[in-house]
């Protein structure tokens, strides 16, 4: 009974049967690579999706890179004009902490100053005070004593440069030079 299961019944001639069978099997054959090419086809684009997305990170990636570098640059331009501001300060403060304290000396003089004398001029240099005025001659030969006599801490010593009388005044016109 086994045999006459496996017999077929066919009305179509026997070359033909073979060419039906052939084309069963062709078509389930291409609908196998036609199955198989889809995946692969989704396969490739995910691959190239995923390279596309990777190469957009890339360029925001130097994008990024590249701001932070200029960032980076001006930070460096910041600090190197922050060590060039600083140096130069340390140079002024060292030219202000050496300069002497030019206030001193003339008020020391103007505190000194008897009554008689009218000052006229009054010359400060970095080692000397010239000055000039006019007075009666015991004050003016006071003012004189008072610096050429001795020495104080402001200044080293002083000459009287000139002292000339004019005939239109009875007062006299001085020069004092004191060192300082």
């Keep these: 009974m086994e045999k006459e ?83 130069r300060l340390g140079r002024i403060s060292q030219i202000i902490n050496a300069r002497s304290d030019l206030s001193q000396p003339l008020n020391s003089f103007f505190a000194t100053v008897p009554v008689g004398v009218n000052l006229t001029k009054i010359s400060l240099g970095k080692k000397s005070l010239t000055v000039s005025g006019t007075g009666d001659i015991l004050s003016i030969s006071q003012l004189a004593k008072s610096y050429t006599a001795g020495e104080q801490d402001w200044y080293q010593g002083a000459t009287l440069k000139s002292l000339t009388k004019s005939e239109k005044d009875i007062n006299f016109n001085f020069d004092l030079l004191i060192d300082l």
């Design 5 to 87: 299961k496996d017999q077929e019944i066919n009305f179509l001639a026997p070359d033909r049967a073979d060419k039906i069978r052939f084309q069963k099997e062709l078509f389930s054959s291409l609908k196998r690579a036609g199955a198989i090419l889809v995946v692969w086809l989704l396969i490739i684009s995910g691959v190239l999706g995923y390279g596309l997305f990777l190469s957009n990170e890339g360029k925001s990636l130097k994008q990024e890179t590249k701001l932070l570098e200029q960032q980076l640059d001006q930070q460096e331009e910041k600090i190197t004009l922050i060590l060039i501001l600083k140096e």
